[in-house]
């Protein structure tokens, strides 16, 4: 380290947040050509920059007396055991192992070392075993025993009421912090970060207003902490010293160094006991033919202190790679993989794949992909072989047909023949290349074989006979089934049970893609025929019509007559079971089943040419198709996508997206929530955990490693490789945002000299970002899962439940600082009512029964749960508080989530760009160079899964993604990636305010690019 000069020592709180927030500024910078500078700095740093100056300031958090793990090394590497004592003594706060007590001090864990580093807060045991664990490092012989003492409850409370006042200051040289600057072209002297800057005195306001409109409020419950301390197990260090048994008294600042509290007997520590709380999460959907059955999409588990600092990242993986993503029409992806990835900085990639979930491929229509395997056998209706080039040389002659089902969802069907007119089997989806209006497709194969797809309605009401209810029906079913499995032994049959609305059954049927369709019912019809349906019916499979009790009622034929009419089907009786089976499976068996068909998302253009080639383009087919735009008309769909998460004992649900079926189970779902889930699957969710908050040190430099994450990648664009650049990032990344961060730092003045604050669950927040395509916008979104139990305690037995609401109030003043919408900024200046005081004067009685509001607040504000409501009285803002027993406030907004939201529409949605990210779109906001293609990708894959093994799409044996003829496009997609990378590495809080950046315009130029979007 350079000595030359006198370093920064600061020991003011201000200047060392001066300091972090170049830091943190720096860590949003660009990718930039600038010249080092010759001068001896004083951390030296490798590579090109900004990778250099991150690393070094890396180097430069080691030191920070608020990065307690750098601290900790290098107090062990000085072996002196009273400055290590005096670290864990004085610099670390003694916290609680439980929610209304100490707690088991002489055992118990919290979140363990990791945790009491990471937030600087210990319980007793936790102070111990770090002691022993430097000592032990250090050389020393040390171990935790059992101290007999006689702590009374008030002094226990005396022992967390001590706030720690650290020497903030960062060893760099003045010199160093200059150069910093200059590499960076940053001007830090009116930068702020995010949340660190908020005016905590707004947080009482809130809290002293919302304590007002609790009645009765000095009579509310209050729980006193129970203080007592188990003084046959105060956990001691003790330590050989020169020769010498010392000891290590941890809690009485009056004890010095070296020296036991009572001089009592000692005793052997018992084993710790870990923190044995799991963390369970279970993402489920509901799709719009069935909407009152809930299917799990994916789920995973993990121990709850694997995850501090850690986080889950949900993203459905759309298996394009880069080339691929670079010009595929964004609103033709349909099929998805789910997964769960664990990430965490300091973890090597074997653990990160343990502790990762990937779940069964799934299309936006709600169907679950089977891959064929050993097991499925012959009952599958796509055979994997291996491809064969002699047998692509056998066709003479292709033909196809595209069948356009519901909204943008099309069928293709294929018939390949020989010089004889024979069908050629056995090809696989390999074999065949498809696209739309020129543009390439993802395209699902169904089958490869001729493969029957039947589908039976039937009416599931009393009024059917005996043969065709409930058992029987599943009989009819299966024995339909098992005939026609005998000439198709991949064939499929399903069955849906309806009401009597026939004619909406029968539109639902109409926009599948069955082969068949048969509804057998009683013709007691509750709804009317429209013709607007029309061309649905007319294009959905032909519908047989089964008279169950072959009535010659007027109205009865009436009705089956329409139905046949617009479907193209036909009516039979079917009073005769047997022979009805017998018509069905005669009818199935004449049916020209093709012997390939594939299905696809089509955009949004009226009018479409399907083209298919084979063999080398050496074989061509093209088919047209007309699509309806009809943008009321609901897609059949996913419309919902539903989390379940516990943690600990804790359980906590949302709705991610899409229809909710409490608040809205008197309203149908729409289009609307279809657009709503499929915005989220193109963007993804982020679970962040925490045990308290991270010392502000610690934060940055979880956001310096995830910058220098990057490296393999940026540096290679730096230099103009891109094929490198290529390599390193599909080998996948991490994510990580500067948001969650800012709000799940500790809360401010949570250990005074008269109060303790502190979050005795765990802390989880959730960063939501959606892709509207449709609606050009992108939304973001964060939740405070209610999960942290914050708890408060004072001495001379002050109001434990008033100062919880003050100190978690807070966390509302944070979320109206970042977010464009929060309960805080909803409900500011509006007239509020206490639940219990709204219904006393009957506010929800008198709440229209036909508002589409109406379920909302019966299930959020009628519905008690236990906690104080608190809400706009005149019911036109729907966002709400919401108190605990223990004081702790939560603002939720109409989602039911407990955070803020902001919104933005995209100028362009088509000029999108090619980035490195989940979308650049939804994490930058911003517009680029020309995309390739129409609404062309934003991703390469899902930027933020670490594991190598998610990036193939699982289902690749039946996913065709044709590249020809892109060669063109693929190079202009990698000559725009590092305009792309640059943006994405460096937007961030300062954004489209860091101007000019030197060197950045010959890098754009100099790889075929002419605009930079900083100038």
């Known amino acids: 380290m350079a000595t030359e000069e006198p370093h920064l020592q600061h020991n003011s709180r201000r200047a060392f947040m001066q300091q972090l927030a170049l830091c943190y500024m720096a860590a949003h910078m660009p990718l930039a050509f600038v010249a080092c500078s010759d001068e001896e700095q004083s951390y030296k740093g490798s590579g090109k920059i900004p990778y250099k100056v991150w690393e070094e300031m890396l180097m430069a958090l080691q030191t920070c007396p608020d990065y307690l793990e750098g601290r900790m090394k290098a107090l062990v590497a000085s072996k002196d055991a009273e400055a290590m004592y005096n670290f864990v003594k004085n610099e670390i706060y003694l916290m609680p192992a439980s929610n209304k007590a100490i707690g088991q001090i002489g055992w118990q864990f919290k979140w363990g070392i990791k945790g009491v580093l990471r937030y600087g807060m210990a319980t007793p045991r936790e102070k111990a075993e770090l002691l022993n664990q430097m000592y032990s490092n250090a050389g020393f012989t040390s171990k935790v025993v059992y101290e007999h003492t006689n702590i009374t409850p008030e002094e226990a409370m005396a022992f967390f009421l001590r706030p720690i006042q650290r020497n903030f200051n960062l060893d760099v040289s003045k010199r160093q912090w200059k150069q910093w600057k200059e590499a960076l072209n940053v001007d830090d002297s009116d930068f702020k970060m995010p949340g660190q800057n ?132 964004i609103g033709s992806l349909r099929i998805f993989t789910p997964s769960l990835a664990y990430q965490n900085f300091d973890s090597p990639l074997e653990v990160m794949q343990e502790r990762s979930f990937v779940a069964d491929p799934f299309t936006l229509e709600g169907q679950k992909i089977q891959l064929p395997d050993a097991q499925t056998g012959s ?70 074989r001729r493969t029957p797809s039947v589908l039976i ?59 068949l369709v048969v509804f057998a019912t009683d013709g007691h019809n509750g709804d009317v025929y429209e013709e607007k349906n029309l061309a649905t019916y007319q294009n959905g499979p032909p519908v047989i019509i089964l008279n169950v009790y072959n009535s010659t009622a007027t109205h009865t034929i009436n009705t089956f007559n329409k139905m046949a009419a617009v479907t193209n089907g036909s009516v039979i009786d079917a009073e005769d079971q047997i022979a009805t089976i017998e018509r069905i499976v005669s009818h199935v068996n004449g049916m020209d089943i093709p012997p390939y068909t594939f299905s696809f998302y089509a955009v949004s253009e009226k009018n479409h040419e399907v083209e298919l080639q084979m063999d080398q383009k050496r074989l061509r087919a093209k088919a047209e198709f007309t699509l309806a735009i009809d943008s009321s008309e609901i897609n059949q769909g996913i419309i919902g996508i539903y989390l379940n998460i516990k943690v600990g004992k804790t359980q906590v649900k949302r709705v991610l997206a899409g229809w909710d079926p409490i608040t809205q189970k008197n309203q149908a779902p729409t289009n609307a929530d279809f657009l709503d889930v499929k915005s989220l699957i193109l963007g ?36 103009d490789d891109l094929e490198t650049a ?20 500790p809360l401010d003045d949570h250990v005074t000299d008269s109060s303790f604050t502190f979050a005795s669950g765990m802390r989880v927040c959730i960063y939501k970002q959606q892709l509207h395509i449709e609606d050009k916008k992108t939304i973001e979104s964060f939740d405070f899962l209610p999960t942290s139990n914050y708890v408060s305690f004072a001495k001379d037995k002050g109001d434990n439940f008033r100062i919880n609401l003050v100190k978690t109030a807070q966390l509302a ?123 062309a990708l934003s991703i390469v894959a899902v930027y933020g899964v670490t594991l190598t093994k998610l990036y193939a799409i699982v289902c690749e044996s039946i996913v065709i993604m044709d590249t020809t003829g892109m060669d063109a496009k693929i190079t202009q997609a990698l000559k725009e990636l590092a305009f792309n990378v640059a943006k994405t590495i460096c937007y961030g809080v300062g954004g489209a305010k860091l101007g000019i950046m030197p060197g950045l315009d010959n890098l754009i130029s100099f790889l075929g690019g002419t605009t930079n979007p900083y100038s």
Do not use: C
């Open 379 to 448: 009952q599958s209706p796509v055979v994997v072989n291996p491809s064969s080039a002699q047998l692509l040389k056998t066709i003479d002659k292709i033909e196809m047909k595209a069948l356009p089902v519901n909204k943008s969802l099309v069928k293709l069907e294929v018939r390949p023949t020989n010089a004889d007119g024979q069908v050629v089997e056995g090809l696989q989806a390999s074999d065949f290349a498809f696209a739309d209006n020129k543009q390439p497709i993802q395209v699902l194969m169904e089958s490869n």
């Open 198 to 329: 908020i005016d905590a005195s707004q947080a009482k306001v809130l809290a002293d207003k919302l304590w007002n409109l609790i009645p009765d409020n000095e009579n509310i419950r209050r729980t006193n902490f129970d203080l007592r301390w188990d003084n046959s197990r105060t956990p001691t260090v003790q330590f050989e010293k020169d020769g010498i048994t010392a000891y290590a008294h941890l809690f009485d600042p009056n004890i010095s160094f070296g020296k036991l509290k009572n001089d009592g007997a000692l005793k052997e520590a018992d084993a710790v006991k870990l923190n044995d709380d799991t963390v369970e999460i279970n993402i489920t959907y509901r799709e719009a033919i069935h909407p009152e059955k809930e299917v799990e999409m994916i789920s995973g588990n993990w121990k709850a202190m694997d995850l501090i600092g850690s986080q889950i990242h949900f993203a459905n993986l759309n298996g394009l790679d880069l080339e691929q993503s670079a010009y595929t029409p």
């Open 684 to 719: 993804g969710l982020s679970f962040y955990f925490e045990g308290e908050g991270p010392t502000m040190a610690t934060s940055i430099v979880d956001l310096l490693k995830y910058k220098l994450s990057t490296r393999g990648w940026g540096e290679a664009l730096l230099n």
């Open 726 to 745: 290529k390599i390193e990032f599909e080998k996948g990344g991490y994510q990580y945002h500067s948001k969650p961060m800012s709000l799940l730092a």
């Open 457 to 515: 309605l039937y009416d599931a009401s009393y009024s059917m006979p005996k043969a065709y209810y409930q058992e029987n029906m599943d009989l009819f079913v299966t024995s339909i089934e098992d005939k026609i499995l005998e000439n198709f032994p991949a064939a499929k049959v399903d069955k849906w049970a309806t009401t009597s609305n026939l004619f909406t059954w029968l539109l639902k049927a109409s926009k599948t893609s069955y082969d």
């Open 813 to 935: 003043i944070r979320e109206a600082a970042l977010f464009d919408t929060s309960t805080l900024t909803l409900l500011g200046g509006i007239p509020l009512v206490e639940r219990t005081n709204a219904l006393s004067n009957n506010w929800y009685e008198n709440l229209d029964r036909n508002s589409t509001d109406y379920m909302y607040w019966y299930e959020r504000i009628y519905r008690g749960d236990g906690t104080i409501k608190i809400f706009d009285g005149s019911g036109t803002q729907t966002a709400f508080w919401t108190i605990n027993a223990q004081g702790e406030l939560y603002g939720i907004l109409r989602d039911d989530t407990g955070g803020g939201g902001s919104e933005e529409m995209i100028a362009e949605l088509n000029r999108i760009m090619i980035v490195m990210s989940i979308y650049i779109s939804i994490i930058q906001k911003m517009g680029g160079v020309n995309s390739i293609g129409g609404m």
